[in-house]
Structure formats: C-alpha cells, structure tokens
C-alpha cells in the first residue's frame, strides 16, 4: 500500500506520452495528488498546479511518485538529485519502471539512513498463496480482451467510475503496474510466478460485502499467445460474475505478432465464459467496450450500433461515450 | 544441463515412495544412473547397485542427484556430510527439492571452494524470452489433462519412449522437477514469472527436423483454477501439432479444490482444442491416456473401451498396457 496524497514526478519528460502515469493518475484519482513535479525541459504537463518538493509536503504530499517513463523506462541519473532530496524531507518513493528504485544503490542507502519506503510496483511485494477456489462473498466484474492494449484498464476504471457515480459499491482492482500507481495498491500479475498468479488475484479480491463489485483489470487475452495464460489466472483467481468484453476493431493483428490474427467478439465470448464458468457457474457476459479511437464519429457509432444488435450487449466506447450502460447492466444483474 | 551419468541418492529415505525422483530416473532413464547410495536406515531401493562415492566416481558418475524428499521437502542435516564429501571428489550437486541447495550456507561455501555446481531445479537458470509465436520446424505432442496428477509426465515418458522404439526421432520435454532430473534439462515451469510462462516453453521445443516430435511434459488442467495459466502457457508456447488427453476416472473432485467437478473428456478436447488452434491450426487431439491404476483389470479393460468407442480416438492405459497406439496415431499424423 502507498502512501497517499501524492506528488507527481514528471522530470524531464520528453513528451506528452512519456507521463501517462501520471495522466492517469490524475485523470482517475485526482484525490490522490497534491500537484506535479517538473524540472527544466519537462515538455509534460498533466494540468495541475506545479509544486516543489517543500511546497507540496507542506501540503499533505507523502510519496514522489516517478510519473514519467524514459525511452527504455530506466530511472535516469537527472532526476536522482531530486529523489534523494525528497527522501531527505520525509517522502516515500514509487516507480513502476523496468529498471527497479532497489537496484540504485543510491537511493537504496538514502532511503535506509532515512527510513523511507521504495514502491517498485513492477514487482510483487507480498507472498501469494497457491488459488483455493472457494467462493467468495461479494461480486466481481472481469474486463477480458480479443488482444492486449485494446482499452481493458480504462475500460475497468471508467466502470468503476461509472458504478460509484450511480451509488453502487464498487472498487478498482488493479493487476498492472500503471493500476496500482493510479490507486496505490493492486497486483503486478505479469512479474507473479506461475504457480501463484491465480492465487494473487485470490488475494486482491478477497471476500466483500454481498452488494460489492470489484472492478478487475484485464490483462492480455486468451488469444495472445505471449500472455494468455495470465488472462486465464486472472479468469480462473477472479471466479467473475461478470465479464466485459474489450476489443480494438482496426487492428490488423495481434500486437507484436504479426502472423496472428485478433479474433472475432464471439469467438473471446464463447471461450472466455466457457473458462470462468469453471470458477463460477453463473458468469454471464454483460457487454461490450469498444476502443473506437481509430474511427470516425459516423464510423464508430455505426460499429457500436451493429455489434450492439449482433451480440444482444449494451455496447460503448467507455472514453468517447462513458461507461453508464455498463454499470446499469450490471445494476441489473 | 546436469552432467550425466548420476549417482542418485537415496539418504536415509523412510519408505519407498519417497525415493520417487529416483525411481523415476531409474525406471526411464537408466543410462543416467550409475548406482544408487543409501544412508544407514534407508527403506527405498530403486534396484540399482549399491555404490559408495568413491566407487561410483571410478564408475564415471558426475552429479549426485537427490532422489528423495523428505517430508517437507527440505535438505536434511543428515545428508551433509555425504553431499560435502561428494564435492570433494568432483561431484556436482542436483536437487528439485523446495528447500534449494543454493540456499545452505555450508554448501554454497563447499562449491564455490571446490568449483562444483549446485543445480536447484526447482527454480529457473535462465532468463527466458517473451513467447514470439513464430512458427517452428519439427513436430510437437503435448499431454494435456482433465485434472492434475492425472499421469501427464508418465504418459510423455511412455510415449517417448514407444515413438522411439518404433524408429521415429522423439525428444521428452520436461517441464516440472522430477522430469528434469530424470532427463538431465528442462523447464520449471511453475516457477516461471507470468510474462514468460509462454516463452520458455517456445525456448525449450525450438525449430527442430521436421520429422522430430517434442513430447512435451503437460501440468495442471485448463479446469483447475489454481493452475490452468500455466497450461494455457503451455498449449501456447507449445504450439503443439498433437494433443493426448489425460485421464483419472475415479477422481472425486479436482485434486486439492473439493468443490471442483473434475471435467469430462470431452470438455477438456473442445476448449483445449480451440485453444491450441489458435498457436497451429493444424493441431488434432490424436489419443486418450487413462489412469486405471484404481480399476480392477475388468473395469480398466471395460473403460477403455467404451471411451475409445465414444471418442472415436485410440484410448490406453500406458502404464499397465504401454503406449504404442498413441504412438502409432502420431505417427500415421
């Protein structure tokens, strides 16, 4: 767990793109940052109040949380200066970089002198027990995908969002190193070791109140041959009452394999609620969230108009049209 | 790689079963083993010659292999002094045990001194790449099962070792500890981080002459939800041309989850299947591999034959009536 309110780090980010974390960590928890860090030449800016480091503390700020990535996601020799002087002033810090704050030998004898935490959500902090598969009290909804990066962590953010907004108990489970930066805690499923992955998400959604839903962010797909067998831990640990299908529709393979074509809505649907039916008899497939950011206006409300007839789901781009139906479908549940 | 010939320790083992491991070398792999050393009170006998170090050495053995587990799987003080002796002689050190011989202080100190290797094979040596997907040259077969410890690693061993007695060119792939230790390499893969799962199954059954088949060891089920990631990984990175389906039929409940059906024959074809065709399409389900060890000779006899009939598909037991049908079947393939 990290400590929140946060100050967002955006060094010297070279672009927009480079501070995503930090965008998302503002776009969907605002409550959880004080302000952002820049230094000079930062070409990022997540739109709130720049803040130095004593500025933000004396604002309630109690971790740096490094919201940009380099090219190749290494911790960079510019921003150690800052780091360690935050450490010196109280802060924890957090990082989701390949490249891990405990390698830095640096940090590491900063943060031990000064009692402060390093958060490398890149790995898993806990020991994971071995997935029991007894029920659970409360409920779950899974966001499963035709392939990798269609829109699953968003589409799980905006349900959620969606689903407090309507007065309904719900809470974001993160699986993904961006997730647990965003709400501060979650599992970093793809670093799991294979025996304990379905375990770990055993222990990310534990038993809840009967009208409680998690949230649970995707990962993967049962169709991408690099990652399917996270996605299955995830379908199998998660034992979902419900699963939201994500899919991309322009995309002309599978990412990173060329010679593998994404399959079709129906194809995931039958599979994947086959597989979680294992888990939970009563898994049903409640809609569709379409990532139609590569489409026209006409275009994409066409797609979603048909897919919607086809598959008999409520179906929507959950960031061009928000997420409302998904959380009504699965109010109705 | 673990230098071959062994001399396969039996220790102070308190009962047949414990000396599995050993057995298991003894039994498939017998070249591998030069003699087996017993401790004072040991009450296993794999039926090789009794050996000292000394002897054994002269015999041309290079690694002492642990072929027991303790209860609790860990590395007894008892054997100590044995072990340390070894590597004074020359002897490497291999051992699938939880407890890793990497983690004995005095041990580590020994090899280290006398340049000797401690091989863990519970744990990973390599870093393994992220699954490409690429097609490869050679053929694959994978056991897949209905449940855990249905018989995948015999069934493997058993086809192996049919397919070459028939003259066809076959490589048993060992993807769990004690079919490591039986062939000297392979892949723990349980113990894989999640992105890799995929990857190190590719890296274990690379491009290969295109009348060769990997047998390849299964785990778990694509129905228990405390592996099924990990068989997924496999039937991915596998992209296996064949598929034999396990079976235990006397099975209560899915082994370790009491409230867990263990599914039918058919269940485990059809998903495993679609699954499978998404890495080959070109893979069939060749064979049915039945565990009959809790039927009577009738009962067995009478099984096998209305699964065979039911399947359509060659159904064996390949322990009690060997494995050359399903051999035969991948063969005509």
Not at 136 to 146: E, F, W
């Amino acid at each position: 767990m990290i400590q929140t309110p946060y100050l967002l780090f955006l060094g010297d980010a070279p672009d927009q793109l480079s501070a995503k974390v930090a965008q998302g960590i503002k776009d969907w928890r605002p409550e959880n940052a004080v302000g952002q860090l820049r230094m000079e030449g930062c070409k990022a800016d997540v739109g709130l109040r720049d803040m130095t480091l004593a500025h933000a503390k004396a604002a309630g700020a109690k971790t740096l949380v490094i919201g940009v990535a380099n090219r190749g996601g290494y911790i960079s020799q510019a921003w150690k200066s800052v780091l360690i002087e935050a450490m010196g002033m109280g802060y924890d810090l957090a990082s989701g970089l390949h490249n891990l704050l405990s390698e830095e030998e640096d940090l590491v004898e900063v943060a031990a002198e000064k009692g402060r935490i390093l958060h490398d959500v890149r790995i898993p902090s806990v020991e994971y027990p071995i997935a029991s598969g007894v029920k659970r009290t409360g409920k779950r909804v899974l966001a499963v995908g035709t392939d990798c990066s269609v829109g699953k962590m968003y589409t799980a953010l905006a349900l959620d969002s969606a689903m407090r907004a309507r007065g309904m108990k719900s809470t974001f489970r993160a699986t993904g190193q961006t997730g647990i930066l965003i709400t501060g805690n979650g599992v970093p499923l793809d670093a799991v070791v294979a025996d304990f992955m379905a375990g770990s998400v055993e222990y990310l959604t534990p038993d809840n109140d009967p009208d409680h839903w998690d949230v649970i962010e995707g990962q993967g797909s049962l169709h991408h041959i690099s990652y399917s067998g996270v996605t299955l831990a995830l379908i199998h640990g998660g034992q979902p009452d419900a699963l939201i299908i994500c899919h991309e529709p322009t995309r002309k393979h599978m990412r990173g394999l060329p010679d593998y074509k994404v399959p079709t809505i129906e194809a995931i649907r039958d599979v994947s609620l086959s597989l979680a039916r294992v888990a939970n008899s009563a898994c049903e497939v409640v809609g569709i969230a379409v990532n139609t950011q590569h489409m026209s206006e006409d275009e994409a409300k066409t797609y979603l108009a048909s897919v919607e007839v086809e598959m008999g789901l409520p179906t929507v781009d959950p960031f061009r049209y928000g997420a409302e139906r998904l959380a009504e479908a699965l109010e109705k549940l």
